[in-house]
């Protein structure tokens, strides 16, 4: 989520230097792969995460959200999205610990409602799929 707000403030030449900034976060070796592989998969994926959070933010667009809140989004839609072996429930409730953490306090319920909403998209969209 830190480096998905550093690269939406610094942009795209971020991605270069990524690796240097999760090696000083985090010394596990695999957690900072696992970090890496999520942050440039979140910001691969970023048209998409942001159309499904859109639609699901009905009275916010986009540029209004917090950044801090819009990089949770992101991190957790691409997760959703592009992660099957993480449970929904499991990424819908660490948003919702990020969001308490590091945002407002009317963050965790925005972020809840936002991902409830993508969630249920993505099943209309997949149960479309298989009409």
Do not use: H
């Not at 270069?16 to 970090?35: N, T």
């Not at 308490?100 to 969209?125: C, H, W």
């Amino acid at each position: 989520m830190q480096a998905l707000y550093q690269l939406d403030v610094q942009g795209q030449k971020l991605l270069d230097v990524l690796g240097e900034f999760f090696v000083e976060s985090e010394p596990d070796d695999s957690i900072r792969r696992l970090a890496m592989d999520w942050t440039r998969g979140a910001w691969r994926n970023l048209g998409q995460s942001d159309e499904l959070i859109s639609a699901a933010s009905i009275k916010w667009s986009l540029s209004r959200l917090s950044p801090v809140d819009k990089s949770i989004l992101r991190m957790s839609v691409y997760q959703l999205t592009c992660c099957a072996d993480i449970p929904p429930k499991v990424v819908i409730n660490e948003a919702v610990e990020l969001a308490k953490k590091f945002s407002t306090a009317q963050s965790p319920a925005f972020v809840n409602g936002v991902l409830d909403a993508v969630m249920r998209r993505i099943k209309e969209q997949s149960s479309n799929k298989k009409d």
